[in-house]
């Protein structure tokens, strides 16, 4: 078999990944063959010259047919997904942690020395992890109804030492601890979208982590009817998708928070509705 450097693996993996249809065929290549040679993608970019090893090359060109004939996402072919400090563990088991719902973090940094919070629907366990690195005094609990999500989220707290409690449960039913802030990303999209999805999310990633219904409010307007009678939670965090910031705004203010307000997100898209000051 002849030798092929870096720089001609790299070529005809981005040809075969950008026939494919895929956005960031370039970046999805390099982070590929960096994953598959055990280095950095810095250190890749520097050695464009140097021979790919033959023990290599069969792993990289799964990881390839993966990205381009399956259309699996980067990180769930590296299995891994930096989040605010952390690096998570991902698979199928848990939607891959977008950057967006980082601002779920940003909401509950500033919360009372060791109060209480809930982070609902966990998945990967990104949002109660993150919490609980960056403020170690918080109690943090995370919860989902999928056990998979579970199991996934549990490897992450164990693998990076991370104090969270884990329950299983739909929304807040059997959570009776008197929680002071609850974040959640639940599902939000509409059932009727799921032709305009990308093949990486609607093929790969679990399908109850998705969709909510004919307006994808289903599980957020849940979640708002039950913190209505939970007046010990000073804070809600919720993300949206698109264009639903106000109608969720409008039943943040109906579930008691007087106080609400969105974060939006790097695109400008309005993500994060959060509540605060509870009426009484
Ligand atoms: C969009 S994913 C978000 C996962 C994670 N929080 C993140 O941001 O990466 C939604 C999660 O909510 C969970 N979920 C869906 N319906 C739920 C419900 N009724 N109660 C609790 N969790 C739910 C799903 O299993 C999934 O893990």
């Keep these: 078999m002849s030798e092929v450097t870096v720089r001609e693996t790299l070529a005809g993996a981005v040809s075969e990944i950008a026939a494919a249809g895929c956005a960031t065929p370039r970046l999805d290549a390099e982070v590929l063959l960096a994953h598959a040679l055990g280095v950095s993608r810095e250190r890749l970019l520097c050695e464009g010259s140097a021979v790919v090893g033959a023990e290599a090359l069969p792993a990289f060109r799964r990881a390839v047919r993966r990205r381009a004939g399956e259309r699996e996402a980067v990180a769930y072919i590296t299995g891994r997904r930096a989040f605010r400090r952390l690096e998570l563990a991902v698979d199928s088991r848990a939607l891959i942690p977008r950057p967006e ?4 973090v ?138 639903q910031a106000h109608a969720v705004a409008t039943r943040t203010r109906a579930a008691g928070f007087a106080t609400v307000r969105c974060e939006r997100d790097l695109a400008g898209i309005e993500r994060v509705v959060i509540g605060l000051e509870r009426r009484r």
């Design 101 to 104: 719902t980082e601002l779920l």
């Design 106 to 243: 940003e909401a509950a940094l500033a919360l009372p020395t060791r109060a209480h919070v809930l982070d609902v629907g966990t998945g990967s366990g990104a949002v109660a992890l993150a919490l609980k690195q960056e403020r170690p005094d918080l109690h943090v609990t995370a919860s989902d109804v999928s056990q998979r999500a579970l199991s996934l989220a549990r490897e992450n707290a164990a693998r990076l030492d991370l104090d969270v409690r884990f329950v299983c449960a739909d929304l807040l039913d059997g959570l009776d601890d008197p929680y002071d802030a609850v974040l959640a990303n639940l599902p939000y999209v509409a059932d009727g979208e799921r032709a305009g999805l990308a093949p990486e999310i609607v093929r790969h990633e679990p399908v109850g982590a998705l969709f909510a219904g004919a307006d994808g409010l289903a599980e957020i307007g849940r979640l708002l009817a039950q913190l209505k009678r939970r007046t010990s939670v000073e804070l809600v965090a919720l993300e949206v998708g698109a264009g």
